[in-house]
């Protein structure tokens, strides 16, 4: 209890809310991070699963490929990146994108994949053509894969931001470092702490984004057993 207390004292400590190392900058950092870094790795992949599924061509090599990025640890590809660009903010924005572009591309792909072909020809047989039967009709019902797809590269960005303050720069993994160098447990588990429920705002901000941006009529309740089927689909 006594741990607890001096946790729950260093939050009331005014000086730690104050600066360029007060948490609101530290969280500003952290979530303007993880925001464009999410919005490069959508850039990137959201294309290329979508037209993938869409022509049903090439999607197993693409997903095979992404699962090769999944295997591979994020604290590797960081060290990976500083090696090219050097430390600050750069490498930190390239590991994220790395990181979270396979989800993006194996949801999207299996999503448009999931779309059943009659419903393609009918929609072909009321005159729709081309980006139409995408925009109009594909889209719609893959939306929710390509939601969670979303959702997952967001949790898992915002979660390993934390490691961009190992090569330099800011976030709430400044509070972390700095605990482990100064050997202050209380900053260490404070700055987990922040993480940790960020991260949880995250899932459920997007969970609550996948329910408005999926059609009523295509909700799927248990969006967790609906990623566990497109790791098994992705792993075959």
Same mark, same amino acid.
């Given at each position: ?5 001096? *946790? ?52 197993? &090599? ?36 790395? &990181?979270?572009?396979?989800?993006? *591309? ?10 059943? !072909?009659?419903?393609?020809? !009918?929609?072909?047989? /009321? ?15 893959? /939306?929710?894969?390509? /939601? @969670? ?5 967001? *949790? ?37 702490? &922040? ?10 901000? /997007? ?24 790791? *098994?689909? @992705?792993?075959?």
């Amino acid at each position: 209890m006594n741990f607890l207390g001096q *946790v729950l004292q260093w939050f009331l400590d005014g000086i730690h809310w104050q600066g360029d190392q007060g948490i609101p900058n530290r969280l500003l950092e952290h979530v303007s991070m993880s925001a464009l870094s999410l919005l490069a790795a959508a850039l990137i992949a959201l294309p290329i699963g979508i037209i993938l599924g869409h022509f049903g061509r090439g999607g197993n &090599l693409a997903i095979n490929i992404s699962n090769v990025g999944r295997a591979v640890p994020s604290f590797a590809l960081l060290v990976i990146a500083v090696q090219l660009v050097g430390i600050g903010p750069l490498p930190a924005f390239l590991a994220l994108v790395a &990181l979270g572009i396979p989800p993006i *591309v194996t949801n999207s792909y299996v999503g448009m994949q999931e779309v059943d !072909a009659d419903i393609r020809e !009918a929609a072909r047989g /009321m005159g729709m053509r081309g980006r139409v039967v995408l925009w109009k009709v594909e889209l719609p019902i893959a /939306m929710s894969f390509i /939601m @969670a797809g979303l959702r997952t590269s967001a *949790v898992n960005i915002v979660a390993t931001a934390t490691l961009a303050a190992l090569v330099a720069w800011g976030g709430l993994g400044r509070f972390i470092v700095d605990g482990l160098a100064q050997r202050d447990v209380v900053q260490l588990f404070a700055g987990a702490l &922040l993480v940790a429920l960020l991260s949880i705002a995250v899932e459920l901000g /997007m969970t609550m984004l996948q329910r408005i941006t999926v059609p009523r009529g295509l909700r799927i309740r248990d969006f967790t057993q609906e990623e566990v089927g497109i790791d *098994v689909v @992705a792993a075959v």
